[in-house]
């Protein structure tokens, strides 16, 4: 079927369908990867329209089910009439009995369902609590052991034979230079070079509040919760681009990747332009352009607009060209 393929970006997933109605009252997408499933989308019409979403049958999806919290859009294409969105939906699916949403529009020829996946657990087979897989605190610990990272966050807490006073917007921090000059280069010429940093054994950061300083500091000595990284995601983007930590600004950018909204994108792009974060771009352009999203941010355009590099505006607009542009 030429139109079965649904796309994906993020937690977003998107069908466009060229031709339903009367002659093909039943069409099913693709598989399509959110998460550690792989999802189909179908779509029905007897006396109602149903859209119909399930994980893929396989190993993963029976021993390990998911509970999917999610919203759907259906949006009919050349019309002015207001899409459907759904209310939110939150399921243990398994087959594709197990959820059917009615759709209070006529979908006739063409039309786009949208399904945002607000959250997605894994459903335990005995008894137990589900858990999300948004976010892992294994993925920022897989770098040492945790024997190892206790050690070095009691460091950190108990300033065990700290060596060095961070000076913050509103506090002081210790810390030891040591830690500091391998996690970035930055620090590691302050200390090596006759700079005031190394004479004084002070370094001035007071761009950052102590709290989202505690949680840089936290990400080098590999102590730091997906919770707090998630907090400070910005402030440590900030300081990451500042001080050359690539795998925390890498960290960082990926994050930011992962949960773009309309309620987020232009502020994204603009934090993407900013520190050259090009995936990130990418992934905004895309949501933005590719994905039709840019409809939903028509009234934050205009300030956008008014404040963004001309740069950024320039290549906006030649995307927007080449997205648009006659086939």
């Keep these: ?51 119909r979403l399930f994980p893929e049958p396989s190993r993963v999806s029976k021993e390990q089910p998911p509970v999917a919290r999610f919203v759907i859009r259906v949006t009919t294409a050349g019309s002015n009439r207001r899409p459907y969105i759904s209310p939110i939906h939150e399921r243990l699916l398994r087959t594709s009995d197990d ?22 657990k ?36 108990e300033s065990i034979h700290s060596d060095v006073t961070i000076n913050t917007a509103d506090g002081k921090l210790q810390a030891h230079k040591a830690i500091l000059s391998a996690s970035s280069p930055v620090f590691h010429s302050m200390f090596r070079h006759n700079l005031k940093e190394k004479e004084s054994s002070t370094i001035d950061i007071e761009d950052m509040t102590s709290e989202s300083c505690i949680a840089l500091l936290t990400y080098l000595y590999g102590a730091i919760s997906q919770e707090e990284f998630w907090k400070h995601r910005l402030a440590l983007l900030g300081a990451a681009n500042k001080y050359d930590i690539i795998q925390l600004k890498d960290a960082c950018e990926e994050s930011l990747l992962e949960d773009i909204n309309s309620g987020n994108v232009l502020e994204r792009l603009q934090e993407a332009w900013l520190y050259q974060l090009n995936k990130l771009k990418k992934g905004c352009l895309t949501y933005l ?39």
């Design 1 to 51: 079927m030429g139109d079965a393929k649904v796309e994906t970006i993020a937690r977003l997933a998107q069908w466009k369908i060229d031709s339903f109605g009367p002659t093909t009252p039943y069409k099913r997408s693709d598989a399509f990867k959110i998460g550690i499933w792989n999802w189909h989308l179908s779509v029905e019409k007897s006396r109602s329209m149903y859209i």
């Design 99 to 120: 959820f059917a949403c009615p759709v209070d529009i006529n979908c006739q020829g063409r039309f786009i369902i949208d399904v945002e996946f607000l959250d997605l």
């Design 122 to 157: 894994i459903c335990p087979l005995n008894d137990g609590e589900a858990s999300s897989i948004w976010p892992s605190d294994a993925i920022m610990q897989n770098l040492a052991t945790q024997t190892t990272l206790k050690c070095l966050s009691r460091m950190l807490d």
């Design 289 to 327: 352009l590719d994905f039709g999203k840019i409809y939903d941010v028509r009234e934050e355009m205009n300030e956008f607009f008014r404040k963004a590099d001309r740069e950024l505006v320039v290549e906006m607009f030649q995307e927007l060209l080449a997205v648009w542009k006659p086939t």
